[in-house]
């Protein structure tokens, strides 16, 4: 699993011991696509770089505004042909998407403006941290440090799937920052988008949501906010089959992420338990749930290459 997430270099920032060029990639342009690393191995060829924004706003030596957007894109071409291939746009835009949701405003036509993004959240950031030392006075104020920081693990990418946790970081003051982490999963150069709906059955849908919810009780009783176990454990003993509406629902359900061997079903912090709980997880392995996946679920050729093993 290949990791890419900066916090670390973040806090350097933050601290005065790391300066942005010191960052492979990271002055106010964003660089050129950076070497492949990952390899795809079927046809249409294509590599999976990576692409990095960053943003700054310096306050007497210090970094006191820090924006750092880190997203992966297919890379097509790395052989040498001569025409571009468009085939992998649609999943590079998917891509982009799924890292910068929440925190780069969209353009008219609904298209992600990454510069844009990022100067706006350095301008809303100074504003802030500007009227608060006009307020309450630099020496109350000098420590205040903001920071958006968005990394990503890529978990599978095979079989024609590619699928990809983005993990972001926030800071605005407070006792802590606030992690965040978002599945996304495609296939492969199409780039559609793969929700559950397009694995399980619908008249299986529940049953799997029930399947998941008892191992999150299970699991993770203690730490859940009390309502929401009791919430849990009444929809897993809950024997009425789905309504079309909340098969549909079901469907279109999307906090997951596939590996080479399972679904793995997420909750983030606050969705089901306190911060300390942090991030929450669930994994269903595919032989699980053979009955219920399509026969022409994409993850079937998973299913096939973890079984053999």
């Given at each position: 699993?290949?990791?890419?997430?900066?916090?670390t270099a973040?806090?350097?920032l933050?601290?005065?011991?790391l300066?942005p060029?010191?960052?492979p990639?990271?002055d106010d342009?964003?660089p050129?696509d950076a070497?492949p690393s990952v390899?795809?191995?079927?046809?249409p060829h294509?590599a999976?770089?990576?692409?990095?924004?960053f943003?700054a706003?310096n306050?007497?030596?210090?970094?006191?505004?820090m924006f750092?957007?880190?997203y992966?894109?297919?890379?097509?071409n790395v052989?040498?042909e001569?025409?571009?291939?468009?085939?992998w746009?649609?999943?590079?835009?998917?891509l982009?998407?799924?890292?910068?949701?929440g925190y780069?405003?969209t353009?008219?036509?609904?298209t992600?403006?990454?510069e844009?993004?990022a100067?706006?959240y350095?301008?809303?950031?100074?504003?802030?941290?500007?009227?608060?030392?006009?307020?309450?006075?630099?020496?109350?104020t000098s420590?205040?440090?903001?920071v958006?920081?968005?990394?990503?693990?890529?978990?599978?990418?095979?079989?024609?799937?590619?699928?990809?946790?983005?993990e972001?970081?926030?800071?605005?003051?407070?006792?802590?920052?606030?992690p965040w982490?978002h599945?996304v999963s495609?296939?492969i150069?199409?780039?559609?988008?793969?929700l559950?709906g397009?694995?399980?059955?619908?008249e299986q849908?529940?049953?799997?949501?029930q399947?998941?919810?008892r191992?999150l009780v299970?699991?993770y009783?203690?730490?859940?906010?009390?309502?929401?176990?009791?919430?849990?454990?009444?929809?897993?003993?809950?024997?009425n089959?789905?309504?079309?509406?909340?098969?549909?629902?079901l469907a279109?359900?999307e906090d997951?992420?596939?590996?080479?061997?399972?679904f793995?079903?997420y909750?983030n912090v606050?969705?089901?338990?306190?911060?300390a709980a942090?991030?929450?997880?669930v994994?269903?392995?595919?032989r699980?749930?053979?009955?219920?996946?399509?026969?022409d679920?994409?993850?079937?050729?998973?299913?096939?290459s973890?079984?053999?093993r």
């Amino acid at each position: 699993m290949k990791r890419i997430f900066l916090l670390t270099a973040l806090a350097l920032l933050g601290a005065g011991c790391l300066r942005p060029a010191d960052l492979p990639g990271t002055d106010d342009a964003p660089p050129a696509d950076a070497s492949p690393s990952v390899s795809v191995p079927e046809r249409p060829h294509a590599a999976l770089g990576m692409r990095t924004v960053f943003r700054a706003w310096n306050d007497g030596g210090n970094d006191r505004c820090m924006f750092q957007i880190v997203y992966p894109q297919f890379q097509p071409n790395v052989r040498g042909e001569d025409a571009p291939d468009r085939r992998w746009d649609a999943a590079n835009r998917e891509l982009e998407r799924a890292a910068l949701i929440g925190y780069v405003p969209t353009s008219t036509d609904g298209t992600f403006d990454i510069e844009r993004g990022a100067d706006a959240y350095i301008e809303q950031c100074r504003t802030e941290l500007e009227e608060l030392a006009a307020a309450l006075g630099n020496d109350e104020t000098s420590y205040m440090q903001y920071v958006q920081s968005v990394g990503y693990d890529v978990e599978l990418l095979q079989d024609g799937l590619a699928s990809i946790v983005m993990e972001s970081y926030a800071y605005s003051g407070g006792a802590h920052g606030l992690p965040w982490m978002h599945g996304v999963s495609l296939t492969i150069p199409e780039g559609r988008r793969l929700l559950l709906g397009d694995f399980i059955r619908d008249e299986q849908l529940k049953p799997l949501m029930q399947m998941v919810r008892r191992q999150l009780v299970d699991t993770y009783e203690a730490a859940l906010i009390p309502e929401a176990a009791a919430a849990f454990s009444a929809y897993v003993e809950d024997a009425n089959p789905a309504t079309d509406e909340e098969r549909h629902e079901l469907a279109a359900y999307e906090d997951f992420y596939l590996t080479p061997n399972g679904f793995v079903f997420y909750w983030n912090v606050y969705d089901v338990a306190p911060y300390a709980a942090g991030q929450l997880n669930v994994t269903i392995p595919y032989r699980t749930v053979r009955d219920w996946l399509k026969p022409d679920a994409p993850v079937t050729a998973l299913f096939r290459s973890s079984s053999s093993r």
